[in-house]
């Protein structure tokens, strides 16, 4: 049988095409007029789909190095942190303070739980608070989304001149984030995620506070040096050389973006897409990972007992050409990890539904007759949303 290999990783995810041909089209040299005009149209287009007044600027690495250059231009050796972790990226907020010689104050939560307010209250006040605090929005290992509202106003009350860190990697384009209306000091973000394209481009967003906190820290940095960065991008360029294709492939991305009526579009449509995807596990007898609030990035399915999600991924892989995800680290052979975040519909989502029963009765995990119930849900779940709508007949 033919067989497509699809992406339903929630990063590197599903490429748009244009963005695809933007990035292979692309031979200007960036010390050009020709080209500043494309990286000034970009920043412009990105400051729109983060709804911010915020400046941003664009980054050659992955979303771990805007968080690190997020995390050294507004710190000092030394200094007092708050940490919010309950999954393996709060886990590398704390790695990279660590690495940088600062006093973390961690606070956990079992992975699979979300933070809220309750988690910051008590913890910024007093002489010696942090002075900075560092979360996620959308904890991509375990499908899990954190209330950055609810932690953003809890903050803020406690102190008021504190800097707010949000790894938006997963969660720009999936979930409500509120950069301005929020006071969020720094958002990051990465290409290979809700912008539908290849790795190796992240972006950020900056607020004034920020700004203004960079000229005392003294965290050393260089190529991660953001007022370099301002400098050189308000000009059309970049500090040093950029990543020329996958610019243009932003670009292209983000005017593609929209067309589907900007971020709340996009968010929307990944929002739904999960949904459909909990309909389908609820008819199945299956479980999300975890009690948080579920991301709309992408959903953690818990394996039935007894059965590695290994094999689950290797099935749907060969058999089909569908990629999913593992779980991270311990969470491994416990669970798969299906994206919806950025260039999927729901035609994808239901056939990646079907191809799942398919595999799970295969491993002796799910009954033949039960085979479509997943299906039958998420179709349900889609005339319910449309209004039951009928297709147009033409002709």
């Known amino acids: ?69 997020a995390l050294t231009n507004v710190t000092s050796p030394g200094e007092r942190v708050l940490v919010l972790s309950a999954g393996k990226f709060g886990e590398r907020w704390e790695k990279l303070a660590q690495a940088y010689g600062l006093l973390v104050d961690l606070v956990q939560l079992p992975y699979g739980e979300s933070f809220g307010a309750a988690q910051v209250k008590g913890r910024l006040s007093g002489a010696n608070a942090p002075g900075v605090v560092m979360v996620q929005a959308s904890e991509s290992s375990t499908g899990c989304k954190h209330d950055i509202e609810a932690i953003a106003k809890a903050a803020r009350a406690e102190k008021a001149d504190v800097l707010i860190l949000v790894d938006g990697i997963t969660g720009v384009g999936t979930q409500a984030l509120e950069i301005d209306a929020w006071e969020l000091d720094m958002v990051v973000g990465g290409s290979q995620k809700a912008v539908m394209m290849a790795p190796g481009l992240a972006y950020l967003s900056v607020s004034e506070r920020a700004w ?53 579009g996009l968010t929307a449509n990944a929002e739904a897409l999960g949904a459909a995807t909990r309909a389908a596990l609820g008819a199945l007898g299956l479980k999300r990972f975890g009690q948080g609030q579920p991301s709309g990035a992408l959903t953690a399915i818990e394996m039935p007992a007894g059965l590695d999600a290994g094999l689950v991924v290797k099935g749907l892989r060969q058999q089909f050409g569908s ?31 079907a191809q799942l029963e398919i595999v799970l009765a295969q491993l002796g995990k799910l009954e033949t007759a039960k085979l479509g119930t997943g299906v039958a849900a998420a179709q349900r779940y889609f005339l319910a949303e449309t209004g039951g709508q009928k297709a147009s007949a033409k002709g």
């Open 212 to 264: 203004a906190a960079m000229e005392a820290a003294k965290t050393p940095r260089f190529y991660f040096d953001l007022r370099r960065e301002r400098k050189s991008q308000a000009q059309g360029e970049t500090a040093f050389t950029p990543a020329i294709g996958l610019i243009a492939a932003l670009n292209a991305a983000l005017e593609y973006i929209e067309g589907l009526g900007g971020r709340a």
């Open 323 to 353: 990629v999913v995800a593992n779980g991270q680290g311990e969470m491994k052979g416990q669970m798969i990890r299906v994206a919806h975040l950025g260039y999927y519909d729901f035609a994808e989502t239901l056939s990646l539904i």
């Open 1 to 69: 049988m033919l067989k497509k290999e699809r992406l339903f990783t929630p990063g590197p995810t599903a490429l748009l095409p244009q963005a695809q041909a933007a990035m292979a089209a692309m031979t200007l040299h960036h010390r050009t007029a020709e080209f500043r005009a494309v990286v000034t149209q970009t920043l412009q287009r990105l400051q729109r789909f983060l709804d911010t007044r915020n400046e941003v600027l664009l980054l050659a690495s992955s979303g771990t190095g805007a968080m690190e250059a």
